[in-house]
């Protein structure tokens, strides 16, 4: 038998390449059954996003016409606003806050990298043993960094506690008069070494709970 006579009945031996109709299915449910095809399916949220997303596309691609436009195109509208204010409900809104900011930055000649609740409390812990000169900077520090994290007045390296309290009056102008005896009371036990009192302590927290209750009057001129 010649080489090519062996080939024919090799292929006339072997099983038909084309299947019929059960084998065709078998073969597929075989081959989708294989887990990377699985894994490239769309997940619970893709879908649901997508039809949002298509669903949006279709109220603005559609032509409005006749009496029921203009209120067809206001429903599109909140519904849009709907979603984007139900994003943020489940991602939250982004963190760019003036907290991250001012997170690590001196404060009056020291580093400080607490929030104005955490140095109040600070202050309230040494205010409670009678250690009037920590409680009064500290709580003087609290006042400048909670105007800061409100965006009200900075305070860049450097800055003078005299210097904070009269860019703070022009946002307060009614409070001027305490923010620059508080400032004073500062000076008075951070640097001259003064014994601080309980009256200049109370005076200090006074003006700061002033002022974190007020409104401040113009924000671009305090932050000068």
């Known amino acids: 038998m010649g080489l090519t006579a062996v080939v024919q009945a090799a292929l006339a031996a072997a099983p038909p390449l084309t299947p019929d109709g059960d084998e065709a299915r078998e073969w597929a449910e075989r ?12 997940t619970l949220f893709d879908r649901i996003a997508r039809t949002i997303g298509d ?7 559609t032509e409005l016409e006749g009496p029921w436009a203009p209120t067809l195109a206001v429903i599109a509208a909140v ?13 939250g809104m ?6 991250s900011r001012v997170a690590v930055a001196e404060l009056f000649g020291e580093a400080e990298s607490r929030a104005a609740s955490e140095l109040r ?9 009678q250690e009037w000169d920590a409680a009064i900077v500290l709580r003087f520090r609290a006042l400048a960094r ?3 994290e409100r965006g009200v007045v900075e305070t860049p390296p450097g800055a003078t506690v005299h210097g904070f309290a009269r860019r703070a009056a022009r946002a307060f102008p009614a409070h001027a008069d305490a923010l ?3 400032a004073g009371a500062f000076d008075d036990v951070r640097y001259l070494r003064r014994p601080g009192t309980a009256e200049l302590y109370r005076r200090v927290a006074d003006v700061d709970d002033a002022v974190a209750a007020a409104r401040p009057l113009v924000l671009a001129e ?3």
């Open 180 to 182: 620059e005896h508080a």
């Open 121 to 129: 409390a600070a202050a309230a812990k040494h205010a409670s043993l």
């Open 31 to 42: 081959e989708l059954s294989k887990p990377v095809y699985a894994e490239a399916e769309p």
């Open 79 to 91: 519904v849009v606003v709907v979603l984007i204010v139900a994003a943020f409900l489940v991602w």
């Open 222 to 224: 305090a932050a000068r």
């Open 55 to 61: 669903f949006i596309a279709s109220l603005f691609d």
């Open 94 to 99: 982004p963190r760019a806050t003036r907290r």
């Open 146 to 148: 909670g105007l800061a």
